[in-house]
Structures are given as C-alpha cells and as structure tokens.
C-alpha cells in the first residue's frame, strides 16, 4: 500500500522535479539530528520524573533512531549527485525512518500519559510532540504525504491517550490537538504546491532561456544589443566568429567604442567605417533602422543593421553577404559577356556600339564593323562532339584577341559567329587588312582533344556612315557575309548596295527549298553504271532534280551549298536514301543503287542508324546499296571514319569513292580505307587520246583493281572513250551519256528491265551502235 501511495504521488511529475522534491527530505541533517537529541533527553525526563521504567527503553530507541537517521542523511549527502531513478530508493529509505521515528514518539506519548498520573509529564511529552510535528511540516514539505503518516503516528496515540484519560479537560486537549495537525497537514500540502510550482516555473524558465540562448547562438547572422548607456547587454556566437572578436573583449560592461575598436583591429571592420557603426548605435531616433555595407581585410560583403528600442538601446544585425554579392556579380557579368568564350555578347557588344554611333566627334576617322563566321565548324561538332567544339570556339576568341588592337571591340553573338567593330580605321583597305589577318590566323591548325583540326573562316564587312543605327550595320555586315560564303568561303567581302538584291534572291531561294522539303517536291533522277564485260547495267547512281514551277529546273549545284548552309543537307540526304532505296526494290535483283552522302551527312554520329532504317523501312538487302563518299569525307581520317566504313563493309554494304582525281587525290585513300569501288572523275578524259592521260588512268585503274577494288571511269560520251578504257580490262564499269542521261525512275525502269532480258542486247552494244550510226 505504502509503494503504491508512492507510485501514485510520482507519477505526473517530470523526473527531475521529482528528484529535486526528494532532495529536499535530506536538505538539513544537523536540525534533524539535535530534533532527536532533544527529544530523547525530553522522554528520559518523563522516565526520572514519573520513574515509569517503561519510559527508559523507548528514550533510547528515539535516541537510536535519530541516529540512523542523521547517518542516513550523511550517505545520501556522499552519493550526490543523485538521478531520478535512484531517488525513489532514498525515497523509500527515507520513509522507513521517518515512519518509525514517528512511531518512537506515539509509543512515548501513549505511554507518559495513559499509564503516568504526572501532569508535567504530561504536558512535556505534548509540547515536544506539537514542535516536533511543527519542525516536519517544514521538513518534509516535497512529500507531504510522509509527513502525513508521520502525524498519523505519532499524533495519533497522543489524542487517543488523552481521550482516554475521560477528564473533560484532556478531552478538550485531544480535540485541539486534532484540529491544529489537521492545519498542518493543510500547510504542508500548501506549500508542496508553492514549491512545486516554483520549481515547474523555474525548469520552464530555464528551458527557454536554454531555447533562446541556442537559437540566438545558432543564427546565420551576428547579433549584439547595447543598452540605452551604450553598454553590451546581448552577443551571440555568430557575432563574435564573424568579427573575430576574442572571448575576453566581450563582457556585459564592454562599450560600443571597445567593441569597435576591436573590430577594426580584428581586420573585420574597415576603419573608414568604425565611425558609420558608432553614430549608428549611438545616434539613431527611436524605432529607426539604418543599414550600411562594408568589406574587410579579406574581401568579405558585410551588411550592418541597426534598430533602435523603445528603451533607447540599439540591436545590430550583421549577415554575411558575400556570397549574395559574387552571385549578383556573376549574374551581372553573364547578362553581359558570353560564359564559354569569356568574350562580350550581343546584347553588350550593341550597347557599345550604339554609344559609339551616337557620338558624332568618331565620325572624324572611319569605323567597320566585321561580321565573322566559322567555316565547317559544324563538323568538328559532328565528328568530335560539342566539348570539342566548345574548346575550339575558345582557341578562335583567343586568337581574335591577340589580332585585334586596344581600341577594337570583339564579341561573341552565339553559335560559331563573332563580330568585330573597329575604331578608328583610315580606309577600307585598313579594315581589308584586319580581316585578311583574321581569315588567315582562325585558318590555322589547331590541337583539340589531340586531333588536328582545320576549319576556316568567311567575313562580311559594313563600313560605317553618320544616320547608321546598329541593327542597320549588322544587317549589312550580314549580308556581306552570305556573299562572302557564296564566293567560296575562306574570304572576306563589302557590303554593296547591290548585296542586297542577291541576298535576298538567295533568302527566297531558302524559303523555297524549305517549302518543298515539306511538300517532297524534289524528284530523283537516275543515271546508268555499265559493267563492262556483260555490257548489261549494274547499277543506277541517284541524282537529285528540282523542277521549281517559276524558276524551272534548278541545279543541284545550285541546291546542295545552299542546303548545307542552312543545316538541312541531313534531312534531305535521308529522305533521298530511303526514296532511292525503295525504288531499287522495283528492279531487277542484279541491278545495284548507288547514293551519294554528303561529308556533313556522313559524319553525323547516327549515319549508321540512318543507313539501316532505310535498308528496314523498303526491305532492300544491304549488297544492292552502295554508299558514294567523296574525298572531303575522308579528309578526316580519324578512328572513327575508319569505324564506321568497316561497320557498313561488315553489314553487307558497299563502300564507292567517287570523284576520285579530284582535290588531293591521295592514294593513301585507297590503302587505308575499307573501298570497294573508286570512280575516276571525268577530268581524266581530257585528251585520253595522249600518251600521259592513258598511262596515268590506267595507272589508277590497275593500282585499284590490284587493290581488290572495282574501277568506274565517269563522263564516257563516245565509242572512241569507251574503246581506249577497255582495252587493258582494269575498268570495271562505265557511266556517262554514252549510255544514257539521268532519268526520271518511270523511264529508268524499261530501260533497267530490257537491259537485262535475255532477248535482248547488251547495252553497250547498243550504245556502240548507235554511236557508230551517229558518226
């Protein structure tokens, strides 16, 4: 019963109030330890004077266990600090005796006034019973409910053994005595709530001061607060780590100028702005905020908050904006220079140009702007990936640095396109000259990603004038630029009035061909291979025809270079693969077709992807196709070339190099490369009839067909030709218009299937017959 009570008292009290409240049972053992002395000499007296020998021994035992009681308290005292777990122990202990000392002094009060006829007895065991029981209340005030088993025995016999006596007046006494312990049990309940109370309050206290010391030493920002006589009243952490301030300049007496002055000595406060910091805590109106910014030794954006209190104290906020001002610099920095190149970019270089225009004391010397674009930068993208590309673009700007002269302006507008305005020129021949240089220096070789890159560089010129905005000079300096790539690319070329016309013949030429690219208006036309020893067609070379309904049959001279330049070249060479694919399937199985690939085509990363779905979509076998690629595709002779080459011979497809005679004619081609077929450019049928043409074609022809490879001589137009290739029988096949022009496929389709009936004559039979009946 007695540890239930216990539970019951405990268990909504936090753990460590309720330590603190059994602390309290043990708080002073001297007055407890003279309270036992005093009473035992106190039932001794009762013994002598009544000479009750009863009395003697319970004199002792009050004496004994007063003892043990202050020896209790000792203990406890030496196993400080005592947890919450182990206070319901002493607890406990500390019941037992208190119980059994109360216990001592209800047998002696029974005893002294029951069984004794002193009336000084009487009246000495009562009195020291009521002090007692007053000295408990106060005592054990953390457990009343011990003090209250404490009065219930000790008080208890005493009010019974008055009661006993019968004599009204001891009755009387026994009924007072009743009511006063009951008012001390309403004390001592009283007061266990007052401290209890105290205690709660004090931990709640404690607890948020505890809270709001870690959040204010936790902020991101340094925090100080002086008070209205300009003392430091609140620091946190954070202030003292971003000022550098040590631990012994920071005390509840520091002043503004102390803590100031260490600052500036700690490098964290610039002594320009020491004076700024004290006017602003010491001379701000109430309800006021001032912020200023300052930089230290080391390069950090510091802003300083100041708000004034009611009071008349100040708080200071200090944040760290270091980071927020690099990244509105860097913000600052990318809206205006390009982030790969490091160069101005567009929407800077036309404010600057703008500004230069404007001012009318420039147009005492000449100004040009040079619009400037990369030539087959694109394939360097294609071929080495868009890192590469990145990296190339980087090595141009350097050089277009080191070219250009102070007072030049050159800038990047995106892409593979830089503009230079230069300032203070002479003559047009001045603004020739810078160009010829650029074209020359962005021309030479460079080392990207231990590849050997060559690209090259066309230029447009537009030579300022008083009224010329920027847009106008740039829209010049534009079309310039497409007549310098008509020309040939490589070169530079003025701005005339009479640009304007071709560019814009060129700009309706563009919107044409993107107009029948989504309407498929290009027709493929064939041309007719030859195999020489059968004299029957092998193969068929696709062309590409557009019959435009105003400005009629357009070359594909004329086509292609404009195609490329706008980047459609890809498309288009897919459509024309798949197309001529599935009309291959239209004709004999004997009869090969042949597609030519641009360089820009054929060194996209997914060419091969291409290839094979064209192959899938119309069913075709791989031998029927033959890829024709020029010297240009080769010109890069990199892994990856040679890769793809070896993937399309191991597929089945064949490999043709067309035009070969032209360009660099190396023979290293035929050597390094997986070629399957090389067609001799008709160039060398100019005076086939000489001994050196002869030797020279047959030369190739034979140094070819010993390679493993098929010979096609192009451009064959009379039977004379066609006799002088035969006659060492290294050419494998022939094509010209000696057998026929290119045709639309409705008409290369007779002629495909008569060219390989049984009954019917070999073609070049055909084409020497008719040649002859011609002559």
Known sequence: MMLRRFALNTVNLPPSIYAALVDSLFSNPLPLFAGALNTAIAAALTAYKTGDDRLWPIAFGIALVGAFRSLQMRQYKRAQPVSPAAASAWEIRYQIGALTFAAMHGLWCFV?????????????????????????????????????????????????????????????????????????????????????????????????????????????????????????????????????????????????????????????????????????????RQAETTTFESKDKNGRALEWTFQSMADGGTVVLVEDITERRNAEARINHLARFDELTGLPNRVSFQNEIERDLADSQNWSHLSALLFVD??????????LGHPAGDRLLCSVAARLREIMRPEDYVARFGGDEFVVFLRSIRSNEDAAAIAARIVDRVSETYAIDNHMVEIGASIGIAMTSPGIGPDHILRNADMALYRAKADGRGTYCFFREELAESIEARRSLEIDLRHAMANEEFELYFQPLVNLKSGRISTCETLLRWNHPVRGSVSPAEIIPVVEDMGLIVDLGRWILRRACMECMTWPEAVNIAVNFSSQQFHRRDVLNDIRYALEVSGLPAHRLEVEITESSLLRNTPWTRDVLEQLRNEGVRISLDDFGTGYSSLSYLHNFPLQKVKIDRSFLEGIDGDRPQTLLRGIARLSADLGMSVVVEGIETNEQLELISKDGTVTEAQGYLFGKPVPAAQIRPLLRASHARDTAPVIEIARSAARSIA
Not at 374 to 383: G, H, I, R
């Open 112 to 284: 002294t006034i029951y069984f004794t006829n002193d009336p000084v007895a009487h009246m000495l065991c009562t009195v020291v019973i009521v002090a007692t029981a007053s000295a408990g209340a106060g005592r054990t005030y953390g457990r009343p409910w011990i003090y209250h088993l404490q009065v219930l025995v000790a008080i208890g016999p005493l009010v019974l053994a008055l009661a006993l006596r019968g004599d009204p007046y001891y009755i009387s006494l026994a009924a007072l005595s009743a009511l006063f312990f009951l008012s001390l049990k309403q004390i001592s309940q009283r007061l266990q709530k007052i401290y209890v109370d105290a205690m709660i309050t004090g931990e709640r206290e404690s607890a948020l001061a505890s809270q709001f010391d870690t959040a204010l030493n936790n902020m991101p920002h340094g925090l100080c607060m002086f008070n209205a006589e300009g003392h430091l009243a609140v620091v946190n952490g954070r202030f003292a780590d971003m000022m550098r301030l040590p631990q012994s300049q920071i005390h509840r007496d520091a002043t503004v100028a102390e803590i100031v002055a260490g600052c500036v000595d700690a490098g964290s406060l610039p002594a320009d702005d020491a004076g700024k910091v004290r006017a602003a805590i010491g001379g701000a």
């Open 374 to 383: 990369l030539d087959q930068f694109k394939q360097v993208n294609d071929t």
